[in-house]
């Protein structure tokens, strides 16, 4: 696939390109607005399982607006109400909200969701379930958490070398939404190379947004000698388009925001490459391009790899109280 031009400048100065598809994805999209939404519909407060997606921007936004986040469900009051994250959450985490009494607002990206699914089905037919991904980061806390007893996570390929399972013939795969496309295609081909008669499941569980965003960046590492990628450094997909770019061969950072930007990574660059993750709000990417500005960069190009119009509605209690149809 190749870049198309959809809008720029040929001004004198050094170039910036913004790649699209970049920034929030739908999941996200409906992360926040439930949160908003939330407190417009119960008022302040409104708890959240965790931080509603990993980034600083939006979460400080949240907290200003009356949204507070907690790691531990004995933290919300009880009879209160509780939004889980987009990331999902155990099922331990709904028991507990349930005896607490909690009014709980599910925001799990209906992705995350989907692999939720898989594992209950892959448990039920009594396999040991190989779940690929960074086992501290909170989707994958969420899903082991369905059949814990059953769950091995592995996040390398020399995990996938070392792994031992009861019966070779009773296994299956999925993976966290976020990953490096690269490096579970290889982990993937590891595990069905050792257990050829390993399941998997029906459709890729790394996301679109996750997905466009790698190959987004893969292709505008043609045509930049650095990458900027806003999003914070907790954010599994942010850190996974660094990878993407250095893999390619081109110098990547992650910034968090404008006030991160470091004049001297520019020396000799003339060409500059910005995205930012799934969960960054496009307002930074426009602060970080300002500033960049007063580096040189002044000859803006946005460049369109994908066109993504992927919507989630939003739970039917908070569409009712605003007015909103379920579609």
Known sequence: MTLTQIEGGNGPGKTLVRVRPRGFCAGVVRAVDIVDLALEAFGRPV???????HNRYVVDQLRRRGAIFVEAIAE????????????????RVRAEAKERELRV????????????????KFAREGRT???????????????????????VVVGSVEEADK??????????????????????????????ERFPEIAGPASDDICYATQN????????????????????????????????AKRAGV??????????VDASWFDGVRRLGLTAGASAPEILVEQVSQRLSSFGFTNHRDLELIREDVR?????????RQGVAAK
Do not use: W
């Open 47 to 53: 708890y959240v399982h965790h931080e509603i997606v």
């Open 76 to 91: 919300v009051p009880v009879g209160a109400v509780l939004v889980f994250s987009a990331h999902g959450v155990p099922p």
């Open 105 to 120: 607002i599910d925001a799990t990206c209906p992705l995350v969701t989907k692999v939720h699914l898989e594992a209950l």
């Open 129 to 151: 379930l190989i779940l690929i991904g960074h086992r501290d980061h909170q989707e994958i806390v969420g899903t082991s958490g369905e059949a814990p007893d059953r769950t």
């Open 163 to 192: 792994l031992q399972v009861p019966d070779p013939s009773r296994l299956a795969f999925l993976t966290q939404t976020t990953l490096s496309l690269y490096d579970t295609q290889e982990i993937v081909a590891r595990l069905r």
């Open 213 to 244: 965003r790698q190959e987004a960046v893969e292709a505008l590492s043609r045509e930049v000698e650095l990458i900027l990628v806003v999003g914070s450094a907790n954010s599994s997909n942010s850190n996974r388009l660094v990878e993407v």
């Open 251 to 260: 110098a990547a950072r992650l910034i968090e925001d404008a006030n991160d």
């Open 312 to 320: 989630f509605v939003i739970p039917p209690e908070l569409a009712a």
